[in-house]
């Protein structure tokens, strides 16, 4: 999972535990998780990030890559492959294919 993701992920869930027990406060593990993620979180709308996973996803990148190259905001081909090495491999993706892609993903960042 990406950390938009889990960020989302954990909202929805203390917002369903206070629904179901009005006096409901997470332990301070939960807090903690969810005050990091909302902070280091690239995404906020939950449109945004389904886009952007199912992109990548899309692309054949597995979920390890999806996770790093979202997380990492990438700007370029040659930085995704120095930082994700496994998308440098023979054959994944030419230059071309990977700054396209990394570039649909900036533009629905763009419009969030």
Not at 76 to 79: F, R
């Given at each position: 999972?990406?950390?938009s993701e889990v960020a989302i992920a954990l909202e929805q869930?203390?917002?369903d535990r206070k629904l179901r027990d009005p006096s409901y406060q997470p332990n301070i593990l939960v807090s903690k998780t969810i005050e990091y993620t909302n902070t280091i979180a690239t995404n906020k709308n939950p449109d945004t990030v389904r886009k952007i996973r199912s992109r990548l996803a899309e692309a054949?990148?597995?979920e390890q890559e999806l996770a790093l190259v979202a997380n990492l905001q990438l700007q370029?081909?040659?930085?995704a492959?120095?930082?994700v090495p496994s998308l440098?491999?023979?054959g994944r993706f030419t230059d071309d294919?990977?700054?396209r892609i990394l570039l649909e993903i900036e533009n629905y960042r763009?419009?969030?």
């Open positions: 999972m990406t950390t869930y203390t917002r054949g990148m597995t370029t081909a040659e930085e492959k120095v930082l440098a491999a023979e294919e990977l700054n763009e419009f969030e």
